[in-house]
């Protein structure tokens, strides 16, 4: 198993981190699942991205894939070796795919996801022998990105109990 070392993260990491945690907050003002993503280059935002799965009804619309998208059309190239991704969870094995096909430097995420994780929880996509493996930093900001998460699935449990509840597949 690959071993990643965690480098010195500081006040610029918390800022790109905390842009992705507003972008998450956005989502789930929309319904959406609280996750966000930021992509960096040279210590410069080029893209966010935000989970918008159930607005899009689109199994593609995560947030590490809009960011990604968005830098792939900001710098004109699908080559993205020289940014970093900050997300607020843990990639799925579709966006580490995502991340490995646009060769992103880095990885920065905050909360691990038990379920689909695939940068270490279930499985780490980054440690199989592709042609690229990304810099990835686990856990940075983790409670904040984490709490997110719990307070919305809380407050999701709570409005089924009280019969406030949206079903799949309507408006």
């Known amino acids: 198993m690959m071993e990643y070392i965690l480098p010195p993260l500081g006040e610029p990491e918390e800022?790109?981190?905390?842009l992705a945690i507003e972008q998450a907050m956005l989502s789930a003002l929309e319904g959406e699942v609280p996750v966000g993503a930021v992509v960096v280059k040279d210590g410069e935002i080029i893209s966010t991205g935000r989970n918008r799965r159930e607005t899009g009804r689109n199994?593609?619309?995560?947030?590490?894939m809009e960011a990604i998208d968005g830098a792939c059309k900001a710098l004109g190239g699908w080559r993205l070796w020289?940014?970093?991704l900050y997300v607020t969870l843990e990639p799925c094995?579709?966006?580490?795919g995502?991340?490995?096909n646009s060769r992103l430097r880095r990885v920065v995420f905050g909360a691990f996801d038990k379920k689909a994780g695939s940068c270490g929880s279930v499985v780490n996509l980054f440690d199989l022998p592709y042609n690229h493996r990304p810099e990835v930093v686990s856990g940075f900001m983790g409670e904040?990105?984490?709490g997110l998460l719990t307070g919305f699935f809380r407050e999701m449990r709570n409005r089924r109990k009280d019969g406030?509840?949206?079903k799949e597949g309507t408006s």
């Not at 800022?15 to 905390?18: G, N, R, S, T």
């Not at 199994?59 to 590490?64: D, F, G, T």
């Open 15 to 18: 800022k790109f981190m905390l």
């Open 59 to 64: 199994a593609l619309a995560h947030a590490e």
């Open 82 to 84: 020289q940014c970093e």
């Open 93 to 96: 094995p579709m966006c580490a």
């Open 98 to 100: 995502a991340i490995i």
């Open 144 to 146: 904040e990105c984490g």
């Open 164 to 166: 406030n509840h949206r």
